[in-house]
């Protein structure tokens, strides 16, 4: 520390104006005799960089499934579904023009919905089926975008094609052109008894969303669909695809309020909003936790300090007898701790930045090294490491590191403050 009186910065015996930040880093770059101090400050900085490493890159994954869900889950799933309480309905045009013209509405399309069991060749899966009109489609999902084979506008009316997801098609070994069979939980009496219903289709295409969606969604015409629900040339009602998702359960409403008759509105927070919620508060408890990663980092700086205030006692009798002030001794450390903080939180940022920007590729290695799935799409709603960084995660990550950092020193800084000449320089 004493190396700084040297400097031609100190005139006339008089300390310069920004003594202690001077001496701070000029303490930072020198030598010091005891390595141990330098081991625990070096500590400090690469605990606090990986601290905020990990926190970056923890958080810029959560924001990936967090728009993996909204883009993709929600892409297929429809924002809203109005019914009519009196039933299907026949003339859908007017309705959905009505809708349309609301400024916030996006797209509307017809629909018909069930649920029922695929089979082919002993093979049986669960699907939910969607009637659907191939050329109104693309105004309300992105299953148009995602087709990997075939197209939406080979689903003709009477024809009997349907769309399957490439999991559920690869479930049923079946392929384009090749036929499966649809059974609807709903019974048929017949001279010779009680049949369950049954159609053969013929598959017309096949898309891939990377989400659990492929393994249990089927797309028909409408028409087809209508006449496996016993309503030939009607309908169950309209998906609305809207600007704002997050302002759906009050829009809504406010748009069925303005149809005239009686309609209901269900909307995507009822089916998949408890899994947008998981994310949410999995992100927020996770934050959490890391953040304490950061502060256990940030606050060894005090041991680093403390040990340093100890150490330098001699040198900062000698600065107290040359004049500085308690506030200028104190100002040093904190000067000193500060460095730590700011080297490690940079270092921290450059590296969560750069992984978090190629995590999904470094996981891809991973998986085609061992052989194993990290994610599978049977446990999770998506079979890969999504990623987005978003400056605003990274300044608050930083941010915090650094307002931690920063209380770290107050402590040594102020211990170092307190230490009279006398009593250090007793035994020197």
């Not at 891939?208 to 209508?226: K, P, T, V």
């Not at 609305?240 to 005239?260: H, I, R, T, Y």
């Not at 700086?301 to 040990?307: A, P």
């Not at 999770?380 to 990550?397: E, H, N």
């Amino acid at each position: 520390m004493c190396e700084a009186l040297d400097n031609p910065l100190w005139h006339n015996g008089r300390m310069p104006a920004p003594f202690s930040f001077f001496i701070g880093l000029r303490y930072t770059r020198a030598k010091r005799r005891d390595h141990f101090i330098s081991f625990i400050s070096l500590v400090s900085v690469l605990g606090l960089a990986l601290g905020v490493t990990v926190m970056i890159v923890v958080l810029s994954v959560m924001n990936g499934f967090h728009k993996e869900l909204r883009d993709r889950i929600l892409g297929m799933v429809p924002h809203a579904q109005l019914y009519s309480s009196e039933g299907p309905i026949s003339d859908w045009q007017p309705l959905a023009e009505r809708l349309q013209a609301h400024p916030q509405v996006l797209g509307t399309a017809p629909f018909v919905q069930g649920e029922g069991m695929l089979a082919n060749a002993g093979h049986v899966q669960g699907v939910l089926f969607y009637g659907v009109l191939p050329e109104r489609e693309p105004q309300v999902s992105i299953v148009a975008d995602h087709m990997v084979s075939g197209s939406l506008e080979a689903l003709q009316p009477g024809e009997f094609g349907i769309v399957l997801g490439d999991l559920l098609a690869a479930l049923l070994r079946v392929d384009i052109g090749d036929r499966v069979t649809l059974v609807v939980p709903e019974a048929s009496v017949t001279p010779a008894g009680i049949y369950p219903r049954l159609k053969r289709f013929r598959v017309v295409g096949l898309f891939s969303l990377r989400a659990e969606l492929d393994a249990s969604l089927a797309l028909m015409h409408i028409e087809d669909a209508a006449l496996l629900a016993r309503i030939p040339g009607q309908v169950q009602g309209v998906r609305v695809q809207v600007d704002d998702l997050f302002a759906m359960p009050q829009l809504g409403w406010q748009l069925a309020s303005q149809l005239p008759g009686n309609y209901q509105v269900r909307d995507w927070t009822r089916s998949h909003g408890n899994l947008f919620q998981a994310t949410q508060l999995e992100k927020r408890m996770l934050g959490l936790l890391l953040l304490m990663i950061v502060a256990v980092a940030a606050f060894n700086i005090v041991s680093s300090l403390v040990m340093l205030v100890v150490d330098k006692q001699s040198d900062i009798a000698i600065l107290r007898t040359l004049g500085a002030t308690p506030r200028q001794i104190t100002g040093i450390f904190m000067v000193q701790g500060s460095v730590i903080g700011v080297v490690g939180t940079a270092i921290g940022v450059a590296c969560g930045c750069a992984v978090a920007l190629t995590i999904s590729d470094l996981v891809s290695a991973f998986e085609a090294l061992t052989g194993r799935r990290v994610l599978s799409s049977d446990v999770y709603f998506i079979d890969y490491f999504p990623s987005q960084l978003m400056l605003g995660d990274v300044a608050t990550v930083a941010v915090a590191a650094l307002v931690m950092s920063f209380v770290a020193t107050l402590y040594p800084a102020r211990r170092a403050a307190r230490i009279e000449p006398a009593d250090a320089l007793r035994y020197e």
